[in-house]
């Protein structure tokens, strides 16, 4: 597969990153939050280095993806593929139900 170059800014330094084509806008959204909770921590905190602020940020998402995924194992958040497959079945369900339907009609 041919991987595609692209360019993000975080913080205000562009960054060239390599892609597949199909995963690119998923790894844009990726470069956003990361921007947005860097330029966060440093309008929150004294901190002005780079690395500092890169860290601070990286555990506020890393903490969110724990929450996140503890609500998900407790039951309050549902996997989208979970959501998916139900809206599935419920619609193979109605499906069904109107074809029994149909054919007592007839």
């Not at 390599?18 to 470069?31: G, Q, R, V, Y």
């Not at 002005?48 to 958040?77: F, H, P, T």
């Amino acid at each position: 597969m041919t991987t595609k170059q692209i360019e993000v800014s975080i913080l205000g330094q562009s960054y060239r990153l390599s892609t597949l084509p199909e995963n690119e806008p998923e790894l844009l959204e990726a470069a956003k939050r990361v921007d947005r909770e860097m330029n966060k921590v440093r309008a929150a905190s004294n901190v002005r280095s780079y690395d500092r602020i890169a860290v601070m940020a990286a555990l506020s998402i890393a903490s969110e993806l724990l929450q996140l995924n503890k609500l998900v194992q407790d039951g309050e958040r549902h996997p989208v593929v979970e959501i998916q497959h139900t809206i599935a079945q419920i619609n193979n369900k109605l499906a069904e139900a109107l074809r029994q339907n149909n054919a007592e009609k007839e």
